[in-house]
């Protein structure tokens, strides 16, 4: 925000939210969600100019993606992360002679 900018309050009506959302495999539940009121995503289509930029797009926002889903997952469930504690082997060791 500019020093010279003033604050403004601006309401919207529940209707305007938008929402955008990743499904699971069988389509009865949401996996991720991006919502928000004045949502805006923009492209920069100077220079997206083929499938392979189009793609080259995709993939950093899905990186980006990637990165705060791993921040969350590590914050919230972190103990699957941990190495599992040394367990004995069944069969003993065999020597070698």
């Known amino acids: ?32 969600v991006i919502s928000g009121y004045d ?10 100019n083929s499938l392979a930029d189009a793609e080259a797009a995709a993939n950093a926002l899905a990186d980006i993606f990637y990165e705060v889903l791993m921040e969350q997952l590590l914050a919230q469930k972190a103990s699957f992360a941990q190495q599992p504690a040394a367990q004995m082997p069944i069969l003993p ?5």
């Open 1 to 32: 925000m500019e020093l010279n900018e003033e604050k403004k309050i601006v309401t919207f009506r529940t209707n305007e939210r938008m929402m955008y959302g990743a499904v699971n495999y069988d389509g009865s539940e949401l996996m991720a």
């Open 39 to 48: 949502l805006d995503i923009r492209f920069n289509m100077r220079l997206i």
């Open 93 to 97: 060791k065999e020597e070698t002679p």
